[in-house]
């Protein structure tokens, strides 16, 4: 018999799994055709998928999180079938990119400043929406007739920038996913019609969806912080994948890194080798991202930062890899890393919405960032009628972005095979595991598992199944809060690798 119970610990809260292991069967030769499914390989190690072996006892452990497909099946059949399995559900997840970036262009939509003089649509008026499309709020409210109104102009405007996007990469992306994906024309009456009866279409469903989640953790809520914490790891589980990234969730990785620095868990100098999963793209984020400077990724550059600046490693010293199956994400990655090695820096535009009341140690960190890997210099000028906005500018220096390596995996169902001496002593993984359910994050947490040291830590914002037989546990977690608006922080909870 196998159950799932929540615990809480003084420490905070804790999945977990009892289970009666069964006995082990061996499928030598099928692992090996699983291991050959090679993908990409880097002068540290080679991209795998996770073998039968290696996933077998998560497939034993638990029934229930398992996909409808791998229920009721017995050893000898998952054995056969996994490396197809795995090469068909490495194809389902890429997929969801495609969906991913139909959100991004809804982002762009509300709150893209570039093409339109229509205000940016705030989270007021959205939620407003969520609430109209319940009933809650009478169908004639004159805020939301402006509001449509306002939208279907952004829609316009929108489509008329795509019909001619000059060389703005984000006008270029709306226009190859609305034409050349979509099949949308953008040079007749009609076909304009219809691309913007999509767009609208779109933003409802994405709307809708976000009503939707709010219900979820609303629900949770009741029964305690545990329970919404739980069901907010996994909430986008059926979601399009997003690149979506912004400055705060690093904030609270700092703070993570801090305490456990304090906690004598990590020393000074021990971190050398990092692997940032999902690092992600600001395109248009639907908090503090803007579409008025190029496109940028942050993470791995704010992670660098807080350890030269914590001690914990030195900027000089350390190699940082980054895990992405996005092509956007790592190609801008790889051009950063292409421009340093021509000895061209990365310059990060940081904007501060004063209006979002960020917390006086979340407005330090926005000050500070960067002083470790690079120089301030001046940002590009905000549009004109912003006026609550500021923004810093760095410019980082191009040894460090040349030290980032890009790498195409698939977190769920690769990992880089590297010997004992290459593992990472800290990985990152912020607002990706939430992007799939119980079992997939079983699985990502077994490739996360081989790939850390013993001692190295995982830090994501996501409570993870602990299964017994994993050496990934939970240590404690930190909690940091952004803003006086309801639920705007993080729990960063610090997972360490036990010895083999
Ligand atoms: C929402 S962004 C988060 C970016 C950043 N970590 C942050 O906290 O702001 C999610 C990122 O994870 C990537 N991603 C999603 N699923 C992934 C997977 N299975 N393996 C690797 N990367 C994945 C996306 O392409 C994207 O870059």
């Excluded at 509300?110 to 709020?137: C, D, E, H, W």
């Excluded at 292409?338 to 009341?357: F, H, I, K, N, S």
């Amino acid at each position: 018999m196998t159950k799932i119970f929540r615990e809480r610990k003084s420490s905070g809260m804790r999945l977990r799994f009892i289970h009666k292991r069964k006995a082990l069967v061996t499928f030598l030769l099928l692992l090996m055709a699983a291991g050959a499914l090679l993908a990409q390989t880097s002068p540290h190690g080679r991209v795998v998928y996770l073998s039968y072996e290696d996933a077998k006892p998560i497939l034993e452990a638990e029934a229930e999180i398992l996909p409808q497909e791998l229920k009721g099946r017995s050893p000898s059949e998952l054995a056969l079938d996994w490396p197809k399995w795995v090469a068909r559900h490495d194809a389902e997840i890429r997929a969801r990119l495609a969906q991913g970036d139909e959100d991004t262009l809804v982002n762009f939509l509300l709150f893209g400043m570039s093409y339109t003089r229509q205000p940016r649509i705030t989270q007021k008026q959205i939620q407003q929406i969520g609430q109209q499309q319940n009933g809650a709020v009478a169908a004639n409210n004159p805020a939301l007739a402006n509001l449509a109104s306002s939208l279907q102009s952004r829609a316009d405007d929108l489509i008329r920038a795509m019909a001619a996007p000059g060389n703005n990469d984000r006008l270029l992306f709306a226009r190859r996913l609305l034409v050349e994906q979509k099949g949308f024309r953008l040079d007749t009456t009609e076909g304009r019609e219809k691309a913007k009866a999509y767009l609208i279409a779109s933003v409802v469903r994405v709307l809708g969806e976000f009503n939707n989640y709010a219900r979820i953790l609303e629900a949770a809520r009741v029964e305690g912080a545990s329970e919404e914490f739980i069901q907010r790891s996994s909430l986008f589980r059926t979601r399009g994948l997003s690149s979506d990234t912004s400055l705060l969730p690093n904030y609270a990785l700092e703070e993570a890194l801090k305490a456990i620095q304090s906690r004598g868990l990590l020393t000074a100098g021990s971190v050398r080798r990092v692997a940032i999963i999902g690092p992600g793209l600001d395109f248009t984020d639907k908090q503090e991202g803007y579409d008025f400077y190029p496109q940028q990724s942050i993470q791995p550059f704010a992670i660098i930062d807080s350890l030269a600046r914590l001690g914990l490693a030195r900027a000089d010293a350390m190699r940082v890899t980054t895990f992405d199956l996005s092509p956007r994400v790592n190609d801008h990655l790889q051009r950063a890393r292409q421009r340093a090695q021509r000895g061209q820096a990365y310059v990060l535009q940081l904007p501060y919405d004063t209006q979002a009341q960020w917390k006086t140690d979340a407005v330090h960190y926005w000050e500070r960032f960067g002083d470790r890997i690079g120089s301030p210099l001046a940002p590009i000028a905000t549009p004109s009628g912003v006026t609550a906005l500021k923004v810093r500018a760095v410019r980082v220096r191009p040894a460090i972005a040349s030290m980032i390596t890009p790498m195409d995996l698939n977190i769920v169902l690769q990992r880089l095979d590297a010997p004992q001496s290459e593992r990472f002593d800290l990985i990152i993984a912020t607002n990706i595991l939430v992007y799939y359910d119980t079992f997939e994050q079983s699985l990502a947490m077994a490739n996360i598992e081989r790939m850390l040291r013993p001692g190295g830590f995982l830090l994501s914002n996501n409570a993870l199944l602990e299964l017994p037989f994993s050496r990934l546990h939970s240590v404690d977690y930190s909690t940091v809060v952004y803003s006086d608006r309801p639920g705007d922080g993080d729990h960063i909870v610090w997972y360490q690798r036990a010895a083999d």
